[in-house]
């Protein structure tokens, strides 16, 4: 086997790996980069997509699944293979990626700027979905030369790392690995011993905080701040975190830690996987499925509101009194998020809760590092609401998860991590005898 790497190389998006044996060659991930200069997602794949065979998905982020509309535009033909509740989470995934195209391009015409193209457009999506084949957990299916197995990834319902045999070897790719001791979803599986492990990085220079120590500064965040009338704004994926921290803010309703105040959740997006959480049940831990058979929705607080249209968002910021207000995008990249911040960050009532991963250089990191004011939208807003940022509730493994993960493996391959932390883990793994390789665009590696 040889393996290509065709993204995610020193940046956190863009998974794209090439796998070829025997003739055949397999796609694994293929995302779109994100936070990134967009020209990367135009720009032309490594690869003739025109002679890809087959595609397998590790899950539904759009920084792993992104670019697969333009592989069927650019004359891709063959199936694409993932979980049943990825291949369910993908749809809203790429259609919202779709609208926020639209939106750009309508800008872009408005301000008399260069007008992009559509990467991709509906029927690419259609296509997709109809060449789309579910692949379930260790369930080992043989495509073209390769036997293929999916093992749970614990990172999002129905994620899977991917293990590959052919010709007498083994790969092993990681995917994103999840976060263990979380409580919503399955912890990760472990690896085989393979001959190459193909393995993300992202945390790899630091571990989380333990969740448990999370969840108290959580609590405390939102009875402070919701006590005081102030309103708590929290910037997040729409897959998996989202849900994640309406599950908590459930809990601790029940549990009377927090009053119960009203609960918006300002993403169309989200409120479409919320809807489809219910219909993947079996993807969730033993915990949350036991809440969904007592006919419990474990993702719903007291005074939960989904908000649809615009005019229903912005009417958001001038709520009276105490409220959550749950928002994408996640890494302040675009989104309703930012008119929240620029109506409630001057108001030291107020909190700014980050529940995820922000990357150096970005509006939320500069925000975390202490900037007195930012701008949004063209114009300068004060920060005066206090600001958390709780790494604990990270879907990615901590460093000493990756150790763990990576322990008996001899070579590895280190992608999707910015350079400090790959070259940082690199050091650990190296230091107990592993072969490790930072890998580069277009960087090719026997298997």
Request: with cysteine; glycine share 10%.
């Amino acid at each position: 086997m040889k393996l290509t790497t065709w993204g995610a190389c020193g940046t956190v998006t863009g998974s794209c790996h090439l796998l070829e044996h025997q003739g055949f060659r397999l796609l694994l991930d293929c995302g779109m980069y994100q936070g990134e200069p967009k020209n990367d997602n135009y720009d032309p794949f490594g690869f003739d997509p025109r002679e890809v065979d087959a595609v397998v998905l590790s899950h539904a982020h759009l920084d792993h699944v992104g670019r697969i509309p333009r592989l069927y535009r650019l004359g891709f033909e063959g199936r694409v293979y993932a979980t049943a509740p990825t291949l369910k989470l993908i749809r809203p995934i790429l259609e919202d990626a779709l609208k926020l195209m639209k939106e750009d391009i309508k800008r872009a015409r408005r301000k008399g700027l260069p007008v992009p193209e559509l990467l991709w457009e509906e029927a690419d999506v259609r296509t997709l979905l109809e060449r789309s084949k579910p692949l379930p957990y260790y369930g080992a299916r043989k495509i073209g030369p390769f036997r293929v197995t999916l093992r749970n990834a614990g990172h999002l319902p129905g994620s899977a790392f991917v293990e590959v045999q052919a010709g007498g070897r083994t790969l092993v790719f990681s995917g994103d690995l999840g976060n263990r001791r979380k409580e919503t979803l399955p912890d990760p599986d472990y690896p085989r011993v393979a001959d190459l492990v193909l393995s993300e990085s992202t945390y790899g220079d630091r571990p989380h905080r333990p969740f448990q120590a999370t969840l108290v500064e959580f609590a405390e965040v939102l009875a402070q701040t919701l006590d005081g009338g102030g309103k708590v704004v929290i910037p997040s994926f729409a897959l998996e975190r989202a849900q994640e921290i309406l599950f908590y803010i459930r809990r601790f309703e029940a549990e009377g830690a927090i009053p119960s105040v009203p609960v918006y959740v300002d993403s169309p997006l989200t409120t479409r996987i919320s809807e489809i959480y219910g219909e993947i049940q079996e993807a969730f831990s033993p915990l949350v499925q036991s809440f969904y058979r007592r006919g419990i929705d474990p993702f719903a607080p007291q005074k939960l509101r989904y908000t649809q249209s615009v005019d229903e968002s912005k009417r958001l910021n001038f709520l009276e009194g105490p409220a959550i207000i749950i928002a994408g995008s996640g890494m302040l990249s675009g989104g309703r998020i930012l008119h929240h911040l620029r109506h409630q960050l001057p108001d030291a009532r107020n909190a700014l809760v980050f529940v995820g991963y922000q990357p150096r250089g970005g509006l939320g990191h500069r925000i975390i590092e202490g900037a007195g004011e930012v701008r949004i939208h063209g114009h300068e807003v004060r920060v005066r609401a206090k600001v958390y940022s709780l790494g604990g509730f990270s879907g990615h493994a901590g460093r000493d998860e990756l150790l763990d993960w990576l322990t008996a493996e001899p070579r590895i391959v280190l992608v999707h991590g910015e350079d400090p932390a790959r070259a940082s883990l690199a050091r650990a793994l190296r230091a107990r005898g592993a072969k490790v390789t930072r890998a580069r665009l277009g960087q090719r590696f026997e298997v």
